[in-house]
């Protein structure tokens, strides 16, 4: 058993995706990474959400970041959205993802936090313990 998965949309996130990996690996949480679009692998997403054991996920999206809420819209785990500064600053992720519609609930950080992000999980993660 995992218990994050950090999940990014494209390689291009791949500097946000090394902040959120290193800190977990200094906290000695146990995680997976897996690239996989919103946009271009959804049965992909789709199949390794209802697969994954993970407790908690980490979704790194930028531009229109959809990815964070398709997750929670498969899944009752916590999610956590990281909005990547791809365009318009980050704003336009960072709208995605705090956005989203009733029933769907995605945590979100600041722009680019991968630091924060995985400060969050292992937050979520100690309550059940």
């Known amino acids: 058993m995992v218990d994050i998965a950090v999940i990014s949309g494209s390689k291009s996130d791949q500097a946000i995706v090394d902040k959120v990996l290193r800190r977990l690996e200094e906290k000695g949480a146990s995680f997976e990474y897996k690239i996989l679009s919103a946009h271009r692998n959804p049965s992909e997403l789709e199949k390794y959400i209802l697969e994954t054991d993970a407790r908690v996920f980490i979704a790194i999206a930028g531009l229109s970041a959809a990815l964070p809420g398709v997750i929670a819209s498969k899944t009752a785990r916590p999610v956590i959205g990281v909005p990547v500064s791809a365009k318009l600053g980050g704003l336009d992720a960072l709208l995605s993802i705090v956005q ?7 945590a ?21 313990r």
């Open 100 to 106: 989203m519609p009733p029933g769907v609930p995605v």
């Open 108 to 128: 979100c950080v600041g722009i680019d936090n991968g630091d924060n992000a995985a400060l969050l999980a292992l937050r979520i993660l100690e309550i059940g």
